[in-house]
């Protein structure tokens, strides 16, 4: 019985990758730029892309992943960009995003006028990391009042992701956090992945943000 639900798991999970590569190769070749943002619920990824529209202008559409609710897709509406909401609660609350869902965001939304797709995933540090999106960069939040440890709790997400922005910074006179040690647990996990430390509220780090998006890694096959 455990042999045929890993063997049903494993063909769903290629179906999705053949579906994430579809996204990505098509994205490409519209010059569109597609990152995916994952972190624990509240961690900043609406403020973030919030603040990223304000620096980096209005060529960016946005597909938000909620249990329930339309409240991110309304805050990126009020900025006068285009967000598409998927909530997952009617259909048993899935934790993450599937690839086939982000390809009926696209067609809804439309590729024209924009630069960049950002992926807001569904709050948790688990299940998104099991899904390819179709993204060029996945990326990583982790807000200093989560714990220098999530690295070596949540490998996973950590692991598929390129980049890892430690989010809040402007708390970190408040508590005692060592972005040393964040910085070695995640090196532990994942060398290769790149680490920014930035604040949407106050804005420090917001620039170097802006630069990798402006430099596009990982686009070019
Ligand atoms: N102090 C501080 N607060 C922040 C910062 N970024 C976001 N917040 C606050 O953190 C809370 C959660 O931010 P959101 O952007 O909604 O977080 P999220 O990751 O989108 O949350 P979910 O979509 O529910 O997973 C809000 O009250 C934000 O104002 C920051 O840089 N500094
Ligand atoms: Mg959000």
Known sequence: METKK????????????????????ELREKNVFFVNL????????????????????KRIKVVEGDIQTTLDAERLQKLGIQAYQINTGPFGGDCHLEAAWIRA??????????????????????CPAEFDVGAHLNVLLLSVTEGEDKPLKYPLAFQVSQL??????????LRNFSLQKLRGNIRQV??????????????AGMESWIEILKNRPNFQS
């Open 38 to 57: 994952m972190s624990s619920p509240g961690s900043g990824k609406t403020t973030l892309v919030e603040e990223t529209v304000r620096r980096l202008g």
């Open 164 to 173: 890892c922005l430690v989010t809040k910074t402007d708390f970190l006179p």
């Open 105 to 126: 965001a696209i067609d809804e939304l439309g590729l024209d006028g924009m630069d960049y797709l950002f992926v807001e995933n569904i709050g948790n540090l688990v």
């Open 6 to 25: 890993i063997a049903v798991m494993q063909k769903l999970l290629k179906a999705n990758d053949a579906v994430a590569e579809g996204i990505r190769s």
């Open 190 to 203: 994942n060398p290769a992945c790149a680490v920014i430390e930035v604040s949407a509220h106050s804005g």
